[in-house]
């Protein structure tokens, strides 16, 4: 088993040159990609920059703002933004604070171009003490894009 300690006590400066107020801690890197937490303190910054690896912003705490090349948004907890490779990307706030984990894939995204996929399945509920039907999952991935038509709050987390 292995731990990684990350957060407060952990962090050190973090960012690309022209970054204040955000310091940060690698929790995971290989070939394959990295997993990073940013903490962002108020009116903190990382400057605007592009790099060659997809990356997902996953806000996990307080919120600000993003830029993707020339769109901006507000972000908050919950809420994750791709940061495609090879495009322009910041992130930035103003009087609050953010924590954020960095996620990023070696290389562009290979989705579009038959690139390896997760491994289909679904999961099987199974009330407490049940064991029978916990054989071997099969199943499928929802499209993407795919958005259901009613959400119902007793189903999980809202969208």
Known sequence: MEIVRFGVGHRRPDGPPGTTGVSGQLIHSDARGGVSELAFAR?????QHSNPNTTWFVVIEGGGYVQVGEDQARVAAGEAVLWPA????????????MRA?????????????GGPAILPGHAVRML??????????SGE???ADARPAQYDPTQGEPH
Not at 43 to 47: G, L, M, N
Not at 86 to 97: D, I, L, M, P
């Open 43 to 47: 009116r903190a910054s990382v400057a």
């Open 101 to 113: 984990f960095v996620i990023e894939f070696a290389g562009a995204d290979d989705s579009a171009v």
């Open 128 to 137: 407490p003490g049940e064991t029978s039907g916990a054989g071997r999952g």
């Open 86 to 97: 090879g495009v322009s990307h910041a992130a930035w706030t103003e009087h609050g604070e």
């Open 141 to 143: 991935l929802r499209d």
